[in-house]
C-alpha cells in the first residue's frame, strides 16, 4: 500500500481497532466473516442430510439424529445466514456509500447489532453442540415444549437475541434513508436497493418483535410447564402457528427484498440502459413489504383454520404475485435493446430471474387451496421455497458479492472462474432442486430419512445436485482469497455504473468520500450505454 | 466535545437531532409490535373462555390498578411538564419535574408490588404456588398473561425510571445532556404509560360488569 492514501481497511490494522470498529464498512466485513462461519455450518448438515437420501433405507444416521439435522440446517440457515445475509454485509457496506453518507445514522448500535447477532448464534450453537434439537426450524406447538428432548430452550433464545441484531439493523437503516441522504438524492433518485432495504428493513423493524413475544411465550411454557399452546393444558397449538408465521412469512420478504434490489442494480449496471419503469420497481418493494404482512394464513390451510379466513389468505397470497411480477418484467423490458455485458454478477443476476420466477410460479401452485391441501410438507414445498431463498436470494448475494467485491476489497477477481462458478452454481441448484418438485408431487413428505425404493433416482439426482453446489460454492471461497492477494487493482468504477459508490475509491476512504457529491441525476442514467454518474463534483 | 458541533456522519446538530427522534419513533414501532403479540394472544383466549378469564379477572385488584392508572398518568404528565421546562430552559423546576416523575414510577412499582405479595398470598402465582382447585386451568393461563404481562410492562418502566433518574443527577450537576436525549426519553415513558391504558382494562375489567 506504498504510496496510496490510506482506505477504511489500512487506516488503522490493530485486531480492537476491528471488534470495535464502529466503521459501517468494517461491521460489512465483520457480519461477512460470521455468515460464511454460519453459511458452512449449514451448509454442513444439508450435505449430511442428502448423503443420508442417497439410499431409501435410513443406513447413514440415526432417525433421531437426522431430525436434529434438518432443524439444524434450517435454524442456522434461515435466522443466522439468510436473514442476516445481504443487509447486515451488502446493505450495511453499500447503504451509506448509496447516500453519499460518512455512516449509518448509528454506528455504535450498528457495531452492537453485531454483538447481539454473535451472542444469539453462540447459544444456538452451543444448543447444537450439547445435541441439537429434533423440533424443525418452525418450532411447532405442542411438540417443542411438551415433547421435544433437544435443547429448545437454548436454541430459542439464541434466535431471540439475534432478533435484537435485526431489528436494530432496520432501524438504523430506516433512519439513515430518511435523514442521511446527500444533497440532490431525492427519493426517486435512490437507486432501488435503497428502497428494497429500506422495505426490508420495515419488516424487520414491525415483524420481529412478534416472533421475539411468540419465542417468550414458548420459553415460558417449556419451562414452567403452563399450557399458552399446549391442548393438554389448555392452550391453542393454533395460536403458535398464526403468531409463528406472522413472522416468518414475512421473514421470506426479509430474504429475498434485498436480493431483488440488488439484481435491479445488476440488470441496469450489465445492460447498460435505463431500468424500464423505475418507480413500479421501487414500490413494488412497498407493496411486497405491506401484504407480506397478510397472508401467513397459507401455511396453515391443513391445519384446520376456518376455510373462509383460508379463502382470504389465498386470495391474497395471489395478490403478491403481482408486485413480484412487476419486477420481473421491468427487469426483462430492461434488457430489451440493452448493451448487455455478460460479467459474473449478470450471470447471477440472470440465474436470479429464473429461479425466482419459477420459485414464485411455484407458489401460486401452493396459494391455491385444492392444491395446498396435496402438496402441504411435500418436497413441493421445500422445493419452492428453496428456489426462492437458495436459487433467488443465494444467487443475488453473489451477484452482489462479485459486484461490489472490487469496491470493498480494492482488487479485482478472476472473471473466468467467476463465470465458471455462476453457471455451475446455476445447475447445480436445478439438479439438487428440481427433482423435489417431482418427489413432492409424488408424495414424498419432506422431513423423511427413509422413503419407498421408486423414489431413489430422484433423490440420487438431487444428492448429485448438491454435491455440484458444494464445489460452486466453494469455487469463490478460494479465488476471492486468491485475488486479495494476486488479484488486480481496482479502478474507483470498475464496470462502469452510475451509483454513487462508483465515485468514491476502491476501497472507499474512512469516511467514504474525500468531499460529499451533489446528486444531479437518477441513479441509472445512460446515454447509448454510456453511464452518467449521478454526481459529477467528486 | 463541544456543544455545538454534531457527530461526525451529521452535517448539521437539527439533522442529528431529527435522526435521534426518528429512531425512538422506529423503536417504539418495534415495542408496539412486540406488547401487541401479547395482548393479541391473550385476546384470542378471553375471545375463545370468555366467562373464565371473566371469572378469574375478578381475581385481581381493581383499586390498586386504578390508583396506579392514576399514578402513571400523573407521572406523564409530570414528564411533559420536564419537556417543557427543558425548552423554556428552566432547571430547577425541570429537575423537580424529573424527580417527581421518578418517585410516581417508583410508587407505581411498590404497588404493583404489593399487588403481586397479595396475589402470591392466596395462590395466584402460575408454576409457584397456583390454586387449580379454586382457580381451574384456564384461570392459571390468565394469571399467566397477567404476570406476563404487567411484569414486562414493570421491567419496560424500571428502565425509565433509572433513565430519568440519570437525567435528573446529570441536569442537576449542570451537565445535561443533548437535546434531543430528554425529549426521547420522554417518549419512552408516554409510551409505557400508553401499555399500562391498554393493560389495565383488558386484565381489570374483565367480569366487573353484571
Ligand atoms: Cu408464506
Redesign the pocket.
Known sequence: MHGSPPNYLTARTTIRSWLFSTDHKRIALLYFASITFFFLIGGLAAVLIRLELVTPAADLVLPDTYNRLFTMHGVIMVWFFLVPSIPTTLGNFVLPLMLAARDLAFPRLNLASWYFYIAGGALTVLALLLGGVDTGWTFYEPYASAFSNGYVTLAVLGIFLSGFSSILTGLNFIVTTHKLRAPGMTWYRLPLFVWSLYSTSVILVLATPVLAMTLLMLVAERVLGIGIFDPALGGDPLLWQHMF?FY??PA?YIMVLPAIGIVSELVPAFARKQIFGYKFVAWASVAIAAIGFL??G??MFVAGQSLYASLVFSFL?YLVAVPSAIKVFNWVATLHKGWIRFDAPMLYAFGFIGLFTIGGLTGLFLAALAIDVHVTDTYFVVAHFHYIMVGGSVSAFFGGLHYWWPKITGRLYPEGWARAAAILMFFGFNLTFFPQFVLGWLGMPRRYDAYPPEFQIWHVLSSAGASTLAVAYAMPLFYFFWSLVWGARAPANPWGATGLEWLTGSPPPARNFERTPIVVRGPYDYVEGQPRPQAENV | MSEASPAFQYATLSQQREAATLGMWAFLATEVLFFGALIAAYSAYRTAWPAEIAAAARHTRVALGAINTAVLLTSSAFMATAVAAEEADRRRPLVLCLLATAVLGLSFIGIKGYEYWLEYREGLVPALNFDFGRYGGIGELFFLFYFFATGLHAVHLTIGIVMVLVLAARIGAGRPPRPPVLRMVGLYWHFVDIVWIFLFPLIYLPGRTG
Request: net charge neutral; charged share 0%; proline share 0%.
Open positions: 408465521w416468518s412469512h421470506v397472508v401467513w397459507h401455511h397470497s
